[in-house]
């Protein structure tokens, strides 16, 4: 591409950030759409983040991603958060309306996104099963509760965490019919294995089966889920997980973790643009560049 007066400006704020896949799948997206847009890595220290946030006025960009370890300090320089990201408490894209800046979370919608796209799955008037209760976990089940999903039952192995979740989503999205309920992360549990066999959705929310500790069972074991179950897994480094192989070898419809890591960033594209994405040229520049394990 050739930089010239009129390219615009985005990128993405982290530390580190030399790691990031994302300049080269919205490089391909720019490419794709004919866009003179340019995606930029800046490597912000923390003690700097206030300053780079003003810097995205000053300069004129039109937004950023914002990656580790950014995502929640980021929230107190903007001038506007955008509901879900509220709810997460924590941004990881930032709009700048000609100087106004908006924070959005496109994670959960993003994981939505790709198992509509990709898991060819509608999780409207579903039962969905969550392993795990952490930042991912309540991204996830309130984009899921927001597109219409009957129940999310959360299991974790701190159920304290799981409670407060659940309760969370519930005030939400406060619209009928709509159920939430925290349960433990116990294959023996009476009450997890109910909402296992009755889950049409199951994502596996926590880090666990991540490289380099990827040589694990699976977290809990898929034999107690619907055989036609579709089971999720955010890990996408391996990619395909521990979950991903056993819930396979159970006959369940299956969905890797990149998926939501390209449809996040598709759908910060359509906001910064304000045109499609194009999603599938996004997915293979990431699926070409993840580490092989
Ligand atoms: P993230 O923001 O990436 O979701 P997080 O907030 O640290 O990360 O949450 C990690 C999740 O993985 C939590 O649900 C955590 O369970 P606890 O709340 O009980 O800590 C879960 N987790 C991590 N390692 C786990 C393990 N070995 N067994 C079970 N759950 C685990």
């Not at 580190?16 to 490597?43: I, Q, T």
């Not at 003690?47 to 960009?61: D, N, P, R, W």
């Not at 958060?81 to 959960?108: C, H, K, S």
């Not at 889920?225 to 056993?246: C, G, K, Q, W």
Request: proline share 6%; net charge negative.
């Amino acid at each position: 591409m050739k930089i010239t007066g009129e390219t615009q400006v985005v990128g993405v704020f982290g530390d580190p950030v030399a790691h990031s896949l994302s300049p080269l799948m919205h490089g391909a997206a720019f490419e794709k759409l004919g866009l003179n847009w340019v995606y930029v890595p800046f490597h912000v220290k923390p003690q700097h983040l206030g300053s780079a946030v003003e810097g995205i006025k000053a300069m004129g960009l039109r937004g950023v991603n914002v990656t580790v370890p950014h995502k929640v300090h980021v929230m107190q320089y903007l001038d506007e958060i955008d509901p879900e990201a509220q709810l997460i408490g924590a941004v990881n894209t930032i709009v700048n309306r000609d100087g106004y800046l908006v924070g959005y979370n496109t994670d959960g919608a993003g994981f939505v996104r790709s198992l509509n796209e990709e898991g060819q799955a509608d999780p409207a008037g579903k039962n969905i099963l969550l392993l795990g209760a952490g930042g991912a976990a309540l991204a996830i089940g309130a984009a899921l509760a927001r597109a219409g999903a009957k129940r999310v039952s959360i299991a974790n192995r701190t159920v304290q965490k799981a409670a407060a979740m659940a309760q969370a989503i519930s005030d939400f999205v406060d619209s009928e019919p709509f159920d939430s309920e925290a349960l433990p992360l116990d294959q023996d549990d009476p009450q997890f294995q109910q909402a296992a066999e009755q889950a049409d959705i199951v994502v596996q929310c926590t880090s666990v089966g991540m490289y380099p500790h990827h040589d694990v069972p699976p977290i809990v074991s898929p034999d107690l889920f619907r055989p036609h179950a579709l089971v999720a897994d955010i890990v996408y480094v391996p990619r395909e997980t521990s979950m991903i192989r056993a819930a396979r070898a159970r006959g369940c419809s299956v969905l890797t973790g990149e998926g939501m890591l390209a449809y996040q960033g598709a759908i910060a594209l359509e906001l910064w643009t304000g045109m499609p994405a194009p999603a599938a040229e996004m997915l293979s520049t990431l699926r070409r560049h993840l580490t092989p394990v």
